[in-house]
């Protein structure tokens, strides 16, 4: 037996034992490779079943197969891992890059070092079993187009695609010209598919590939090559040669040559979005690495070509990817433009979340400047300090997406209404302002305001309770009507009683924050108002979507208050004017 760490000896021993009790195991001998264990065994294949439907087709296998099992040195702190040398499963949905077996889709959660190697092989048995029984779903496998890896190197900046690639480009050719827009040193856009293309952008290469990889992209421009060629033709390769070496001839040694390879799912139709990987070299790297490929002489372990980086591509184009929050009640806001009025410890944690649940458009409004005591509770930063709140958020929002437009105005909520009742689907207010709660109910009920309006606020003592109403935006029911029903509610029920305090404003008396004559202001942690602000908007997506207006009162678990989670009511027109 090769020299083996101590937790290798015992898990090669640990085989053993299994394998000596097991019909369907045997162990064929043990071998040192880089520093890990490698045992070679026989898995008696004759056991699995396939699918009687014959619908999927499952893997095909001899009798007996041999897999060589790697165990690292650290073990069991990271999993082991099964191989195969043979191709004969290469493009099979879990065989990466031909040889490798999947046992493990997610190893931090489901490889279990507790378990040991009897866990191991209990995985392995389930994977040979599902595999030879058709149980694997070709069309969800991760990275199947391009042999079910993970295109990534250390230190290489990460391909974001957000547009829609032209139908056009999957047939027109293998090399395109495409533009990219650098964002920062570790993130770069695919900003133009085809010329022409603003000014600014750096020029790359998309190669489109008619079938997939099932061994992977390969590590130098000249595996590249070979698979054009062998994919298509000679006359194929020369264009992007061609293209290749005109491109590299416009860049400075130090800049890159970016390529982005478009590949088909085996399992898709033709039409369907191509899978997308990329990866870099330096211009002057680049050169020396065309001049190689195209030797005549295939590349050996000695070949001077230089090694490309992959740069992972972070593909959210629309075809392809969901947005994660698309069937939770926020999808709501999604294409949406809203105000947003007063951006304090609510409102400023209210419109990052807006942004974030998919708006296109935010208008903040605030006359306030930004202190450094109200950084304890409010979404702003050192260096927001002593900017109009209104611009200091906008800008901090813009950061979070680039789709949804942002402007910041630093005035008075109530000058706006007239213009955000025209042009906004909803208007949330966070102000807790006596002047704008008036101009509201008098625009509700003169029905100038047919837009659903939010209202939110806090105590002022914790900040773990919260009051919330949300009017469908027409007249009957306004948000004056929703927080009477609300104080009715409260008043009657004496398990209440804490939420009182949001119509007896001298019951906790508001922080004074330095000695002499400072602004009151409010008690309450930041993690307190950003939980009042998360539920707020989750609570009025469920009213908005359903098209309901609605009075709540919402508790945090950790409020300090015996008291319900969540109070609702939901007046017709007649019980709100009835509670007045």
Known sequence: MPELAEAQQAAVEEVRRFADISSQISVIGVDGWRGYAALNIEIDTTGFSRRADGLADGLDVRPRERVTVLVAPNHPATPPQAAVEHLRWAGFPHVLQGTRLCIYLDPGTEWDPTGGMKGFLRRLWEWFDDAIGGRFDPATALYHPVGGVLHRSEGAPTVVATLSMPGDIRDGGVAHRIGLRPRTDHRIDIAAWKPPYEPGL????????????????????????????????????????????????????????????????????????????????????????????????????????????????????????????????????????????????????????????????????????VTRGLLVRQNYT???????????????????????????????????LEEDADNCDFIFDTTVNTSVNAALDDAQRKGAL???????????????????????????????????????????????????????????????????????????????????????????????????????????????????????????????????
């Open 202 to 369: 750096v020029a790359g290469v998309l190669v489109v590939l008619p079938e997939y990889l099932p061994f992977g992209g390969g590590q130098r421009l000249s595996d590249l090559l070979a698979i054009v060629r062998g994919q298509l033709d000679r006359d194929q390769r020369r264009t992007l040669e061609t293209t290749l070496r005109r491109l590299i001839r416009g860049l400075n040694d130090d800049e890159h040559l970016y390529v982005i390879i478009a590949v088909p799912n085996p399992v898709s139709a033709n039409d369907s979005p191509r899978h997308l990987i990329g990866w870099r070299l330096r211009a002057r790297d680049a050169d020396i690495a065309l001049q190689a490929a195209r030797s005549a002489a295939p590349p050996t372990a000695d070949t001077k070509e230089p090694e490309v980086e992959w740069t992972y591509v972070d593909d959210q184009r629309p075809e392809v990817a969901v947005r994660r929050d698309s069937e939770r009640p926020v999808a709501v806001y999604a294409g949406s433009k809203i105000a947003i009025w007063g951006c304090g410890a609510l409102g400023s944690w209210i419109a990052e979340l807006l942004v974030r649940a998919g708006a296109r458009h935010i208008t903040l409004r605030d006359p306030g400047t």
């Open 382 to 416: 050192e260096d927001d300090v002593g900017r109009p709140k209104a611009e200091a958020l906008s800008d901090r929002l813009r950061n979070l997406s680039d789709t949804c437009e942002v402007r910041g105005i630093a005035d008075y909520s109530q000058a706006g």
């Open 450 to 580: 047919r837009v659903p309006v939010i209202q939110a606020a806090t105590d002022n003592q914790t900040a773990t309770l919260g009051i919330l109403t949300a009017t469908d935006g027409g007249s009957a029911t306004t948000t004056a009507d929703l927080d009477r029903a609300l104080y009715t509610k409260a008043a009657a029920d004496p398990s209440l009683t804490a939420f009182r305090t949001f119509w007896d404003r001298d019951s906790h008396p508001p922080l004074t924050p330095a000695e002499g004559c400072s602004v009151p202001t409010f008690h309450g942690a930041a993690a307190d108002a950003m939980g009042i602000a998360a539920a707020a908007v989750s609570v009025a997506a469920v009213a908005l979507s359903r098209d309901v207006p609605g009075g709540y009162l919402l508790a945090l678990p950790h409020s300090p208050f015996e008291i319900s989670a969540l109070v609702s009511v939901h007046p017709s027109t007649r019980t709100a004017q009835d509670a007045a």
